[in-house]
């Protein structure tokens, strides 16, 4: 069973920068694809960037230009770096991994919030005025 433990989230801002963690442990299943997702309260779990086993990424459009998504297999981590951040960036990220495709859906932004396997327990991220 993979286990994500998400770190980074935090209070800020606008304007400012925030640097999410993920890594991943307790499992031998090569994901084949990573990223990160948030909720806000009364919406659906959004994708906000996503990276594929070979180095395929795609982001939010709403982030695009801001957000940079970057992964360390060697570590079994993805990392969600985040600059110039909007009080609309104010939610609880998630980590998560699996195989979409299983499911139907490819490793992207928006379909692969559906079809991930694991999902760690998620980092408050809030953004003020």
């Known amino acids: 069973q993979v286990q994500l433990a998400e770190s980074g989230g935090g209070s800020v801002q606008a304007g400012g920068s925030l640097r999410l963690s993920c890594r991943a442990s307790?499992?031998?299943?090569?994901?084949?694809?990573m990223g990160w997702f948030r909720q806000v309260p009364g919406k659906e779990r959004e994708a906000v960037a996503v990276?594929?086993?070979?180095?395929?990424?795609s982001y939010l459009d709403s982030v695009k230009g801001r957000f940079t998504i970057s992964q360390d297999s060697s570590k079994n981590a993805v990392y969600l770096q985040m600059n110039s951040l909007q009080v609309e960036d104010t939610g609880m990220y998630y980590c998560?991994?699996?195989?979409?495709?299983?499911?139907?859906?490819?490793?992207?932004?928006?379909?692969?919030?559906?079809?991930?396997?694991?999902w760690g327990k998620g980092t408050q991220v809030t953004i003020s005025p």
């Open positions: 998560a991994t699996g195989s979409p495709w299983r499911h139907g859906f490819y490793c992207g932004v928006p379909v692969a919030a559906l079809g991930m396997d694991y």
């Open positions: 307790g499992g031998t299943e090569s994901s084949g694809c």
């Open positions: 990276i594929d086993g070979a180095g395929g990424i």
